[in-house]
């Protein structure tokens, strides 16, 4: 089992930054307000919170454990498209995968690489889409479901 002493500092910061990324290429793909990006802000830090307790390796304990005490949801730079967020956010799930594949151990890569899926998936059914006050639109809507596609495509994660 692989711990955060097994890490350099910059892949320990590749980790840290996975599960924020799944969540900000859902959010890049169809963003939803204030509102709805608060709340798909909360499903992320939710995740992270329950993966401290509730994770199996101790890989995943650690990250989530050292993200809770210095959580931050990463701001796009002034003027970067949705389609330059979501190419950097996929960039860094890309080079998250295959440090996981490199370092660590096969149990742990099956766990955190689903965990960063659920992160997508949780973040687009956090708010509904289109609609007004509530009510229509849509739960996740197609560009949310293909941003999903495109994270779990990336971490090699059946669709």
């Known amino acids: 089992m692989s711990r955060k002493a097994d890490y350099s500092a910059e892949e320990w910061d590749l980790l840290r930054a996975a599960p924020m990324m799944a969540g900000m290429l859902v959010v890049a793909a169809s963003p939803s307000g ?24 101790r890989l995943l304990k650690e990250l989530a454990e050292d993200m809770k005490t210095s959580m931050s949801i990463p701001k796009a730079p002034p003027g970067a498209s949705p389609k330059a967020v979501q190419d950097a956010a996929t960039e860094i799930l890309r080079r998250t995968s295959e440090l996981l594949e490199k370092k660590a151990t096969p149990e742990e890569a099956a766990e955190l690489k689903p965990w960063l899926g659920t992160i997508a998936q949780q973040t687009a059914e956090a708010a509904k889409e289109g609609g007004f006050l509530g009510f229509g639109g849509t739960l996740v809507s197609e560009e949310e479901k293909a941003a999903i596609a495109r994270v779990n495509s990336t971490l090699g994660l059946a669709a």
């Open 34 to 57: 204030p509102l709805g990006m608060m709340q798909e802000s909360a499903a992320m830090g939710r995740m992270i919170l329950e993966a401290a307790g509730s994770g199996k390796t």
